[in-house]
T-cell receptor, first 115, second 119 residues
């Protein structure tokens, strides 16, 4: 069975500092991996996705994530945090071949930006 | 602009009442989904529909019902049988079938959500 673990329900960084949001997954087959962002009282929007092409994936708003099979990780990073990055971030995994048509979601990490 | 419209944004319900959450999309997407979001948890799938007049249960379908009479619309009814209905409900859609979603060929587009509170 697949699962997703996001380390840290809250992450706080200073404006201009590096953002690192952690996501580890378990999957018995090669996974597809996604990061979504949710601003307060809004729906989610896709930041980036890994679909077995390049292991370093670039997304919107300056975010990127690296797929590391040996570490079963797909951590999200941004070199310099901006106040507008304050939001909740969700990692999700799917594995082609499962009978259920759905993604497995992490619990989310709330990113707090300190001025 | 194309998108997904959910209404109402906020809804209060007394115990024992059924309520219906609206979801309309003008993206011409084939598949539509309902998710439930609770604090500190990932999204959980309630129902999804690949085509008109067809829908499938997700992980937590008990106490909920849906219909898909039109491609654009996928309303969710929270019935009195749902033991703990207070939550944030998200509607989503995707182009193509959910299998393409899993392969990354398509992605989910979400509405802004409806927050249901049971008094």
């Amino acid at each position: 069975a697949q699962s997703v673990t996001q380390l840290g329900s809250h992450v706080s960084v200073s404006e201009g500092a590096l953002v690192l949001l952690r996501c580890n997954y378990s999957s018995s087959v090669p996974p597809y991996l996604f990061w979504y962002v949710q601003y307060p009282n809004q729906g989610l929007q896709l930041l980036l996705k890994y679909t077995s092409a390049a292991t370093l994936v670039k997304g919107i708003n300056g975010f990127e994530a690296e797929f590391k099979k040996s570490e079963t990780s797909f951590h999200l990073t941004k070199p310099s945090a901006h106040m507008s990055d304050a939001a909740e971030y969700f990692c999700a995994v799917s594995a082609f071949g499962d009978s259920n048509y759905q993604l497995i979601w992490g619990a989310g990490t709330k990113l707090i930006i300190k001025p | 602009d194309g998108g997904i419209t959910q209404s109402p944004k906020y809804l209060f319900r007394k115990e024992g009442q059924n309520v219906t959450l609206s979801c309309e999309q003008n993206l011409n997407h084939d598949a539509m989904y309902w998710y439930r979001q609770d604090p500190g948890q990932g999204l959980r799938l309630i129902y999804y529909s690949q085509i008109v007049n067809d829908f499938q249960k997700g992980d937590i379908a008990e106490g909920y019902s849906v219909s898909r009479e039109k491609k654009e619309s996928f309303p969710l009814t929270v019935t009195s049988a749902q033991k703990n209905p207070t939550a944030f409900y998200l509607c989503a859609s995707s182009l193509g079938d959910p299998g393409q979603l899993l392969s990354g060929a398509n992605v989910l587009t979400f509405g802004a959500g409806s927050r249901l509170t049971v008094l």
